[in-house]
């Protein structure tokens, strides 16, 4: 089981980034891959999910519009697109994958890669 999330770094308000997460064969074979992150002194809190199909994804309200989820197969990537980019969004960001739609609670994930971090400054 592996899971690695890359791409984070420092940006300007408005700005953009993209977030990659790499999975083995095995994981990425999970009916639910998502998104979390975690701001410092707050919760873990969902952010963007993705079906193994591909065709239903499920965002936070606090993203929605912002943010796109998208996956590879052939790569076996799944892939968080962010764009204009708030202060707000600064956290550690985290794939999952799990077993369970619409992937929106924790509880639902198995799996747990380290976080990659965004910062994003005013």
């Known amino acids: 089981v592996q899971l690695q999330a890359s791409g984070g770094g420092l940006v300007q308000a408005g700005g953009s980034l993209r977030l990659s997460c790499a999975a083995s064969?095995?994981?990425?074979?999970?009916?639910?891959m998502g998104w979390f992150r975690q701001a410092p002194g707050k919760e873990r809190e969902f952010v963007a999910a993705?079906?193994?199909?591909?065709?239903?994804?499920n965002y936070a309200d606090s993203v929605n519009g912002r943010f796109t989820i998208s996956r590879d197969n052939a790569e076996s990537t799944v892939y968080l697109q962010m764009g204009s980019l708030k202060p707000e969004d600064t956290a550690v960001y985290s794939c999952?994958?799990?077993?369970?739609?619409?992937?929106?609670?924790?509880?639902?994930?198995?799996?747990w890669g380290q976080g990659t971090q965004v910062t994003v400054s005013s």
């Open positions: 993705i079906s193994r199909s591909g065709y239903s994804t």
């Open positions: 064969a095995r994981t990425y074979s999970s009916p639910v």
């Open positions: 999952a994958a799990g077993n369970t739609w619409p992937g929106d609670r924790i509880n639902q994930y198995n799996y």
